[in-house]
């Protein structure tokens, strides 16, 4: 019932920007942290940065000081910022969230956007 609709991935220029969108809809499950992971042909999927509802950020030290992660909980949306793009950061991104029925439960769910591929070339 509930998806992430991901946005903003595409081509770019090494040194440039994008800006990575992930709404999600379709429930009115209590998502409490959101996130971006992404995945390099022949690499593990490794997470890049994520966020709880209440602001606490972490990011992974290669991506420090480049990308910025925020979101908008009224619209269940988590946004990633990237500037200063290397070519190291070329892969499919994927969304995901964490949530449970209502704040505090013990059972989580955990959904997963479709994935959009960011690629830094010249």
């Known amino acids: 019932q509930r998806q992430l609709v991901e946005s903003g991935g595409g081509l770019v220029q090494p040194g440039g920007s994008l800006r990575l969108s992930c709404a999600a809809s379709?429930?009115?499950?209590?998502?409490?942290?959101m996130g971006w992971y992404r995945q390099a042909p022949g690499k593990q999927r490794e997470l890049v940065a994520a966020?709880?509802?209440?602001?606490?950020?972490n990011y992974t030290d290669s991506v420090k000081g480049r990308f910025t992660i925020y979101r908008d909980n009224a619209k269940n949306t988590v946004y990633l910022q990237m500037n200063s793009l290397k070519p190291e950061d070329t892969a499919v991104y994927y969304c995901?969230?964490?949530?449970?029925?209502?704040?505090?439960?013990?059972?989580?769910?955990?959904?997963w956007g479709q994935g959009t591929q960011v690629t830094v070339s010249s």
């Open positions: 379709g429930s009115i499950f209590s998502i409490y942290a």
């Open positions: 995901n969230a964490n949530a449970t029925r209502t704040i505090g439960s013990a059972t989580k769910y955990v959904y």
């Open positions: 966020i709880t509802s209440g602001g606490s950020t």
